[in-house]
């Protein structure tokens, strides 16, 4: 499903009236009229309450003006509150505020701080908002007279129906501008946004509302949006139905190096996960000394114990080994609990410059790329990041912070720069290919804020690279069914509280509902 920008959603809207010929007036009208069949569907008990809109003097106010027009037909009580006078109302939106007055909903010019105070009174007896005061074009900070209306919207505590976005928030990266209306609903029009569907913003969102105002799809298509949100249908068109003769030679050997004193658990998840995602066969390349330890962990897994330095971490001697393992593997997990000793540093980066097999790079594996990550423009096999946002920070020498603010571009970025596939965790976790194309996950939960979950999650995208999914599909199958199988989790055992191995253990059962 596509997710679009402003511009994105600004130049789809433009094409419709300019090239297909639909009128503006119309596409508002289908907007305010769907907007307006949320509102009733989300508060059954509408008739009994005083609805106040709130709208700007542009074609989110004339959203909103249209939205009061089909409330007040119904007998619903009404209130437009105008943050201008009306003369300053231009085009669409003014035709349908001229329409108004026919249907006797009163527009209460409220264009400054004074005119505020002398309705609030009136402002503080409504029940329910509906928000049509800023559009998805914002990118500067919401100040002044505008800033205060929306705090006093939402320290009003009445339920907001926000049309089309939410005032104030930024609907490319989900971050308040300044200050945002904070939405029960969200009744957004043709495609959801960016910043709707990533956190912060999906906090202010609320529950969203995807509604139709006669977008061609061609338009839609022509315009081609980067941005997608993985869908149940997509994971299941993604998962291969496994054929009844198959054996552990079908679905492929994974390789796997990780491992260091203190840090057996992050090897032995890895590895146990990937066989939970359906890989035939899991060899474990850990240092000697902790073979003994890993090999009663890994019943189902091979171990293979690799040269060591007097530290018990990886030394740089382990790489003819490793180099001889790759024969028969399909892919290869690297960095998991590997440390960060400086021998170990040097082997990951040779491992990395002379493995034939795709590589998903995790963890301590990542933060040995950091400040080397030019190497991989030179390499020729597909290759997987699956950093958290302070990996991430480290890789672009920036700032966790830095990262936050614009989730998609940061990984977009990298993996078009670097011709690689990012995994960025974090809530609403971003996929981004090297193409271009961005996916945001919508499973998981905070339940899963705890050790070893990322652990599984490079498990399940190597188990699937190893049965020969492409890097695409093993990271969103992966990314997807890793959040799923918390969510069910959480639905059942609690908000938190579970653990990293039993999202793994939960994963078959995540699998079966995809393919069933």
């Not at 527009?107 to 559009?135: C, Y």
């Not at 956190?199 to 006669?214: K, M, V, W």
Request: aromatic content about 6%; charged content about 15%; some cysteine.
């Amino acid at each position: 499903m596509y997710l679009v920008t402003a511009a994105e959603m600004q130049k789809m809207d433009r094409s419709t009236i300019e090239s297909f010929g639909i009128p503006g007036l119309v596409l508002m009208e289908n907007a305010g009229r769907e907007a307006t069949r949320v509102l009733l569907n989300t508060f059954k008990d509408i008739r009994n309450k005083k609805v106040g809109v709130i709208a700007g003097r542009g074609n989110n106010g004339g959203d909103g003006f249209v939205i009061a027009r089909y409330l007040a037909q119904k007998g619903i009580s009404v209130t437009v509150y105008l943050l201008a006078q009306k003369t300053m109302v231009k085009g669409d939106a003014a035709a349908n505020l001229k329409l108004l007055a026919p249907v006797g909903v009163p527009v209460i010019e409220m264009p400054d701080k004074p005119s505020f105070l002398e309705s609030r009174t009136a402002l503080r007896h409504q029940n329910i908002w509906v928000d049509a005061i800023l559009g998805t074009g914002l990118k500067s900070d919401v100040k002044g007279y505008f800033k205060e209306i929306i705090e006093f919207v939402n320290a009003s505590n009445k339920p907001v129906l926000a049309v089309d976005i939410p005032s104030g928030l930024n609907a490319d990266t989900g971050h308040p501008c300044g200050v945002c209306v904070r939405a029960h609903t969200t009744a957004t029009f043709a495609f959801a946004k960016t910043g709707q569907i990533l956190f912060p913003g999906a906090a202010y969102t609320g529950n969203l509302e995807i509604i139709d105002i006669g977008i061609p799809s061609h338009i839609a298509e022509s315009v081609g949006p980067l941005q997608h949100l993985l869908t149940p249908d997509m994971i299941r068109n993604a998962l291969w139905p496994r054929p009844p003769d198959a054996h552990k030679g079908h679905t492929g050997h994974l390789l796997t190096v990780a491992g260091s004193p203190g840090k057996t658990g992050a090897a032995a998840m890895t590895a146990l996960s990937a066989m939970r995602a359906g890989a035939g066969l899991v060899t474990l390349g850990i240092p000697k000394s902790l073979n003994p330890v890993l090999e009663v962990q890994l019943i189902e897994a091979m171990t293979c114990p690799l040269p060591e330095t007097a530290d018990g971490t990886l030394a740089e001697s382990s790489l003819d080994v490793i180099k001889h393992q790759f024969s028969g593997k399909k892919c290869l997990a690297l960095g998991p609990g590997l440390g960060t000793a400086g021998e170990t540093r040097k082997l990951v980066h040779r491992i990395l410059q002379e493995s034939p097999i795709p590589v998903v790079i995790d963890a301590d594996g990542l933060n040995f790329l950091a400040g080397h990550t030019q190497m991989l423009k030179h390499l020729n096999i597909p290759v997987i990041l699956t950093p958290h946002p302070g990996e991430m920070a480290r890789l672009m020498d920036s700032t966790t912070s830095e990262v936050q603010k614009d989730r998609i571009n940061c990984a977009r970025g990298f993996a078009v720069e670097f011709n690689v596939h990012v995994v960025l965790k974090g809530a609403r976790t971003v996929i981004a290919h090297p193409d271009g194309n961005v996916f945001v996950n919508p499973t998981g939960n905070s339940g899963m804020a705890s050790g070893g979950m990322g652990d599984v999650l490079t498990g399940l995208i190597a188990g699937f690279m190893t049965q020969a999914y492409s890097p695409e599909s093993a990271t969103h199958v992966g990314v997807y069914l890793h959040g799923a199988a918390a969510d069910d989790l959480a639905q059942k055992s609690g908000p938190y509280g579970f653990l990293a191995t039993e999202v793994m253990n939960a994963i078959p059962r995540q699998i079966k509902k995809f393919t069933s």
